[in-house]
């Protein structure tokens, strides 16, 4: 088209051709500083490709010279964190659990440690704030069936309730009275009375009094002869306000009738010693932790001193 | 290659182009009061952070420290917390309503003798000078083909100038730490990246601020001369050049004494005035503007107040024998009366007027505040938090528990125990760990380290029956002589009672 040759006058640009009710556009070239920054992309761009991952193939994207990936980023931070936790991952290895308290720096470490482990191992069961529910003990609290000190606590999370091939695991085994026959429906229900009788629900009647004697016969051994239970063998104190299937009589009926059998993982198996150690440490801190027996507090020193 | 020349051609400019300014060296009384005013700011400038002061050992002995990384700062004897720092923006209202203040009542005296901008380019100028020479002899060798001398004279004065700004950077960071320490680990290598990086930084601003742009950063970047512009009034101390007694300017000495002598001109005449003014003409007063302004043009947002005109056009009216303050510091008001013959207003008139008073109230009521909030700031405080996940616990023999994640704050610089007390719930006792468990208490002991806060979870009980949520009160006391209370609300929450 002949327009195009045309020039505008006043600024040397050719027309672009086109034109609205007289005015007309210019065929202004980009500014350079523009042009340059443009190209400068572009050459940024083509290095880019070639040092990281960025043409998608069947099987993922190009590797890259320098051979970078998200994941390997990520492999190098955590490795990184690990690096600097590793003296304070050694000093909990060597401190026996016992004796963490006497280290504040320590003894923090190993409840936040605890805490961020409880999120992801504990939580599913326990609840976030570690109360519980039914069927599952509320660890907040002061009732413990196999016992509340630190050392105690390691050892069930370590061995965990009721796994089998694990020697150390917490295993407590009520007869299912009503089920297997030990006890008639009518027995097993006044067998429920005693208890609500003994857990100051109900007041005492009848039905307590002959409870009291299937009670002296059949539970006495594992729960004592007050009731007042027996962690050697887990078997709960029924004279308290905590229940951990309920204390109500369908609950308790229930239990005694079938029995309960709740479980934990073994997590000695699953979780490295100082997890378990800053886990135990995090539940004992829970409010209701209870102080290590003498003998293991007072066995330390001495054998500090033997050294 | 387009410009904006290309479309509107040459003449018309988007931009206006820099002009070089070239300062001559003047003498004179504001000449010697910027020197005062250079050597004190300086001084408090470069000395402050190595002034001690004697805070005992739990906190640092630097006099003003501005410690980032612990979230504190120090000045002599009080020291900031980071929630206390509305005492800062209280400095900061001072300083901005202070500017309001002085510059209603003595104009644009910041800009012209205390701004670091100010100050630092005249430094830079002084270099400038002792290494190219005056105004003539600068021009002389700006308007030079490029050899040996001027090579080496760049070379030296850009040096210059970049070793006073990193002298200028490196004073700045000692004001973020101890300064002797930082001193020595800067010199051996081991300083903080972002030291070297702040010095770098700040090098750089000032070189380019205080060398290259100069009065650009006052005219196109500053925001506070167009703020000025809007404080000035009638009664505002501003540079002026005295027109009705300048005017009309005689073009030389020898012109102007010959005009005097000699039969006035017909033109003057047929104007009305046959007498010439008292300027010369000379340009001293333009060839020494740092700013590169002629203040005969009336004020100007150019114009500093920096006096220096006053002194070079003094130095003249002197050697020509003729009254001195041709151009002084008046009031647009005194100007206009002192041009139609009457007298000026005296200057506590000027000085007593409603805007600087308010401004002093006001100036004057913030710094009251802050001086007796200052004098009356708790240095202890607490804040209880209640554990909300779970809200109560019950516990074996029938009573709920709750948790409460208590802070103390000892905000001494020493080491302080203090009592945790619980009031509010009926028979309520308070614990912290499994020892205490047992005492039955109804107040805890908390140790708290010098200038620090303490956190601590602690465990409250009561009878199971109750209101499902109650007020509880902590209370904090001090257990030293000094003593001293402050408490935090907070409930205890039980199940919902059944009916």
Redesign the interface.
């Known amino acids: 088209m002949a327009d195009e040759k045309r020039v505008d006058q006043?600024?040397?640009?050719s027309f672009v051709g086109h034109e609205w009710d007289g005015i007309e556009e210019l065929d202004?070239?980009m500014?350079?500083w523009w042009l340059i920054t443009f190209f400068a992309t572009i050459a940024f761009a083509a290095v880019m490709v070639v040092l990281y991952p960025a043409i998608p193939m069947l099987h993922g994207a190009t590797p890259g010279t320098l051979g970078w990936s998200s994941h390997g980023q990520l492999d190098q931070e955590v490795a990184a964190e690990s690096r600097r936790r590793a003296p304070m991952m050694r000093a909990l290895a060597a401190m026996p659990i016992e004796r963490l308290p006497a280290d504040a720096a320590l003894l923090r470490a190993a409840q936040e440690g605890g805490h961020s482990a409880f999120k992801v191992y504990c939580v599913q069961c326990h609840?976030?704030?570690?109360?519980g529910g039914k069927g599952y003990p509320?660890l907040?609290?002061?009732?413990w069936l196999w016992g509340g000190d630190v050392a105690t606590i390691q050892q069930t999370l370590l061995h965990g309730v009721r796994q089998p091939g694990d020697d150390g695991t917490r295993m407590s085994q009520m007869p299912a009275f009503g089920r297997d026959g030990i006890l008639k429906p009518e027995e097993v229900q006044d067998a429920v009375s005693f208890v609500r009788f003994v857990s100051h629900q109900e007041a005492g009647s009848a039905a307590a009094r002959r409870g009291a004697t299937i009670f002296a016969n059949n539970c006495a051994v594992c729960h004592g002869d007050r009731a007042t239970g027996n962690r050697a063998f887990g078997a709960p104190?029924l004279t308290?306000?905590?229940w951990l299937y309920g204390g109500d009589r369908a609950a308790l009926t229930e239990t005694v009738t079938n029995a309960r059998y709740g479980i934990m993982p073994a997590w000695g198996t699953r979780l490295d010693p100082v997890t378990i150690k800053m886990l135990a440490t995090y539940v004992h801190?829970l409010?209701?932790?209870?102080?290590s027996p003498p003998a293991v507090a007072d066995a330390q020193p001495v054998a500090a001193a033997r050294k | 290659m387009s410009s904006p020349e290309d479309l509107i051609g040459a003449e018309q400019r988007f931009f206006e182009a820099r002009r070089k300014v070239f300062p001559k060296a003047v003498r004179g009384a504001f000449r010697r009061l910027k020197w005062a005013i250079m050597a004190v700011t300086l001084a408090i400038y470069y000395v402050t952070p190595w002034l001690r002061w004697n805070r005992g050992a739990y906190a640092p002995d630097q006099a003003v420290l501005v410690d980032l990384a612990h979230r504190r700062f120090y000045m002599f004897s009080i020291e900031i917390w980071p929630h206390e720092f509305y005492y800062v923006a209280g400095l900061l209202i001072m300083a901005g309503v202070g500017l309001f203040l002085v510059t209603s009542a003595v104009g644009r005296a910041w800009c012209g003798y205390a701004c670091p901008q100010t100050v630092w380019t005249d430094l830079f100028v002084h270099v400038e000078r002792a290494i190219d020479g005056d105004r003539n002899a600068q021009i002389r060798l700006q308007r030079a083909p490029w050899g040996p001398v001027k090579i080496a004279k760049r070379l030296l004065k850009h040096t210059s100038w970049l070793v006073i700004g990193a002298l200028t950077g490196g004073a700045w960071i000692f004001y973020f730490a101890d300064a002797p320490t930082l001193g020595q680990a800067f010199i051996h290598g081991t300083a903080p990246f972002v030291a070297y990086a702040t010095v770098g930084v700040l090098t750089a601003t000032t070189y380019i601020f205080g060398g290259l742009m100069r009065e650009q950063v006052c005219i196109y970047m500053c925001p506070w001369p167009r703020i000025q512009s809007a404080m000035l009034d009638e009664k505002s101390l501003t540079v002026t050049y005295k027109a009705w007694r300048g005017e009309p300017r005689s073009h030389g000495l020898k012109r102007a004494d010959a005009a005097r002598d000699a039969v006035p001109s017909l033109i003057a005449l047929a104007e009305g005035s046959a007498a010439v003014g008292d300027c010369i003409d000379c340009n001293a007063c333009v060839a020494v503007c740092p700013t590169g302004i002629d203040i005969r043009e009336g004020p100007q947002i150019g114009c500093i107040t920096c006096g220096l005109c006053i002194d070079a056009c003094d130095e003249i009216m002197a050697k020509v024998d003729r009254p001195a303050k041709l151009i002084g510091y008046t009031t647009d008001l005194d100007a206009r009366l002192a041009a139609s013959g009457r007298t000026p207003l005296p200057p506590f008139r000027r000085l007593l007027r409603p805007r600087t008073l308010i401004y002093f109230s006001v100036w004057a009521g913030i710094g009251l505040v802050m001086l007796f909030a200052l004098g009356n700031r708790a240095r202890i405080d607490v804040s209880v938090l209640q554990t909300r996940n779970p809200q109560w616990v019950r516990l074996s023999d029938g009573h709920i528990r709750n948790g409460y994640t208590v802070k103390v704050r000892n905000m001494e610089e020493r080491p302080r125990s203090f009592e945790v007390a619980i009031e509010g719930v009926p028979g309520a006792v308070i614990w912290a760990d499994e020892a205490s468990r047992a005492s039955g208490a109804r107040a805890v002991r908390l140790d708290v380290g010098a200038d620090q806060v303490a956190q601590q979870l602690l465990f409250v009980k009561a009878a199971g029956d109750g209101p499902a949520r109650a007020d509880l009160v902590f209370t904090i006391r001090a257990l030293d002589a000094e003593g001293g209370t402050a408490r935090d609300k907070s409930f205890f929450e039980r199940p919902e009672q059944l009916p």
């Open positions: 006043p600024t040397g640009t202004t070239p500014p350079r609840g976030a704030g570690a109360a509320n907040n609290d002061d009732d104190n308290d306000g905590i801190s409010g209701g932790g209870e102080k």
